[in-house]
Structures are given as C-alpha cells and as structure tokens.
T-cell receptor
Framework: SAVISQKPSRDICQRGTSLTIQCQVD?????MFWYRQQPGQSLTLIAT?????????ESGFVIDKFPISRPNLTFSTLTVSNMSPEDSSIYLC??????????FGSGTRLTVV | QKEVEQNSGPLSVPEGAIASLNCTYS??????FFWYRQYSGKSPELIMF??SNGDKEDGRFTAQLNKASQYVSLLIRDSQPSDSATYLC???????????WGLGTSLAVNP
C-alpha cells in the first residue's frame, strides 16, 4: 500500500492564524482526501483533492476556510485559515482506493488557543 | 442522505471469545465496504474490505456482506486485548470514490 508522510504531527496555534498541513505520498495516486476527526468522533470528509483542478468540498466546508492545493499526483496541502478554538481537531489525509482500500497519513493534531 | 450506522458500544468481550461488529447502510448503490481499526491517538488502519456477498476471511478476521439486507459485519475470533480499539465501518458508493463512514464501535477485550 501507499505510504503517506503527513506533517506536522501536531501544532498549537494562536487564534486568527493559519496552519498548512502537508501530505507526501510515495507513489502517484489519483484521489486524495482530507478529513477532520473530533475527539471521540468518526471521520468527517472535508474535501477531495483533485490534481489539476479545484478541490471538491463537502457540505459545511468552504474553500476560503480550508484551501487545498494538489500540484501533482504525490502531494497535497490543506490550510486551516483564520483559526478559532472550534478548529481544534485531528486532520487526516487519505489516498485510495488502491485495490486494497484507503490509506491514511499519521494525522495532524491541531490545538487552537 | 447516504448513511452508515454502527452500534457505538462499548462492546466488551473476554479474551479468546468472538467479537461481532455490525454495520448497516442505506445506499443500495454502495459496492465496497471497509473495516478499519483505530487505536486511541492513531490514524485508522485497514483491516479488511469486501465487495461480494458472503464471507471473506483473513486470519482471525471474517467480514460478511449481505447486500439484500444491507448489512456488513466483522467477526474477530480468539479476541486479544490488543484488539481493543474503535472499529470503523465505511462504504464506497459506485464511481464516487469517497467513503461514507459509520460512527465507530468501541471494542474492549478483557484479559
């Protein structure tokens, strides 16, 4: 399966600032997904990152708040903009399907103070 | 609204017993289903996926899919304390490659 390097693993940020999360995949993949996971909750899909086109956002998520880049088939970034404490969460990138399911990055634990 | 539903648990079983985790889905167009295990503070890891009616076995794990009844299950035989985790069920609908996730079932295997 693909191996994903996700950075940073955790960060503590001031409200009103922005954080960019990076995911690097060790192989070319068509689909990349960005999720948010609140403590004790399941996964919520933020958007699907498409190479060469704008990301496709799920209901409740907007590009101004969560801009996404996908410059090639191995890399994507998610920015959490103008952060508030409500943005404190774990953010995960994922790729797939690859014939054997979807693979996740190790996650970014974000705390906004 | 496409949904995947799971009993949140916690499900508690003694070591060595069979743990049975269940999931139902609303979208008849769903074709593939995935079971993930997530330890606290870690990202989800794939246990099994299934897309054909019937059973699929991999070691101590058996996934079962019944499309007529729209349910998916995961059986864990000879449960070990290391199996204690949250198990997430997800369905993939057709050409739309995004997954619809259940809320997860917490499993505790007691020594």
């Amino acid at each position: 399966s693909a191996v994903i390097s996700q950075k940073p693993s955790r960060d503590i940020c001031q409200r009103g600032t922005s954080l960019t999360i990076q995911c690097q995949v060790d192989s070319q993949v068509t689909m990349m997904f960005w999720y948010r996971q609140q403590p004790g909750q399941s996964l919520t899909l933020i958007a699907t990152a498409n190479q060469g086109s704008e990301a496709t956002y799920e209901s409740g998520f907007v590009i101004d708040k969560f801009p996404i880049s996908r410059p090639n088939l191995t890399f994507s970034t998610l920015t959490v903009s103008n952060m508030s404490p409500e943005d404190s969460s774990i953010y995960l990138c994922s790729v797939g399907p690859e014939g054997y399911g979807y693979t996740f990055g190790s996650g970014t634990r974000l705390t906004v103070v | 609204q496409k949904e995947v539903e799971q009993n949140s648990g916690p499900l508690s079983v003694p070591e060595g017993a069979i743990a049975s985790l269940n999931c139902t889905y609303s979208d008849r167009g769903s074709q593939s289903f995935f079971w993930y295990r997530q330890y606290s503070g870690k990202s989800p890891e794939l246990i099994m996926f299934i897309y054909s009616n019937g059973d699929k076995e991999d070691g101590r794990f058996t996934a079962q899919l019944n499309k007529a009844s729209q349910y998916v299950s995961l059986l864990i035989r000879d449960s070990q304390p290391s199996d204690s985790a949250t198990y997430l069920c997800a369905g993939n609908a057709g050409n739309n490659r995004k997954l619809i996730w259940g809320l997860g079932t917490s499993l505790a295997v007691n020594p």
